[in-house]
């Protein structure tokens, strides 16, 4: 289980500012029609809120979900530094909350459909939308251990084998994280593990690690990535 830190909430925060990445997953969410005005989501494991706060524009109402309260504490920051009106933090299991808890369940990297399926449907009253990285490009860096067991070719693979009806949507991001100092970016990459075992954090950041001339961020590592929006309605399925 991943349990969120101080230093690891930074790291994800810093992240999440620079690349504008979960602004960018929100309005997917919407161009690919999967959400509506009028629609009460639910973001599970939603951790420190990034989408949550991203989705908001786009619906009536947000439920956001999480065990951690460290994480869903950055989550009441945002929302109160933005003013946002329709976001609900909610600390709990999800496994814990009621049947048809909301219109939509959105889980971004986290669960898996195997495992998890059936619960988040659970909760849904029109649909599931599970957002995450379809394949691991190479065995190092961002890809070499975090999130190698929840990829979205897992999850179709285990949909078509039992017959269970859905579609996706792809896209390609990035999702990379920066730095204030050569010194952090040694700490990020010894605490991930992310350079491969024969090679140095040294050889790994200069092989990897780019200068952004920005006077605050001045060194990122990129982490382009193929993601899937796999989408299970409700409608589909029969008992």
């Not at 830190?5 to 500012?17: F, G, K, N």
């Not at 009441?76 to 909301?102: K, W």
């Not at 669960?111 to 659970?122: E, I």
Request: glycine share 6%; hydrophobic share 35%; net charge negative.
């Amino acid at each position: 289980m991943f349990i969120w830190t101080e230093q690891s909430i930074q790291w994800y925060e810093d992240a999440t500012e620079w690349t504008g990445y979960h602004e960018r997953a929100a309005r997917k969410l919407s161009e690919f029609a999967l959400l509506d005005r009028d629609d009460v989501v639910c973001d599970v494991g939603c951790g420190t809120g990034t989408l949550s706060a991203g989705l908001a524009p786009f619906v009536r109402r947000i439920l956001s979900v999480d065990v951690d309260e460290r994480a869903l504490q950055c989550l009441r920051g945002r929302i109160r530094q933005r003013q946002i009106t329709n976001i609900e933090v909610i600390v709990s299991d999800y496994t814990r909350l009621p049947a048809d808890f909301c219109d939509v369940v959105v889980a971004c990297s986290f669960g898996v459909f195997g495992k998890n399926g059936s619960s988040f449907l659970k909760l849904a009253k029109k649909r599931l939308v599970m957002v995450k990285r379809k394949f691991l490009p190479s065995q190092e860096g961002f890809s070499k251990d975090y999130g190698r067991g929840n990829l979205a070719y897992m999850d179709e693979a285990y949909l078509n084998e039992r017959s269970i009806p859905y579609r996706t949507e792809s896209y390609e991001d990035d999702f990379g994280q920066p730095f204030r100092s050569r010194e952090e970016a040694v700490r990020y990459v010894e605490h991930y593990r992310l350079n491969p075992a024969d090679e140095s954090v040294d050889a790994f950041l200069e092989r990897r690690m780019s200068q952004t001339g920005d006077a605050v961020f001045p060194y990122y590592i990129p982490n382009p990535m193929e993601n899937c929006i796999l989408i299970i309605e409700k409608s589909d399925l029969t008992e």
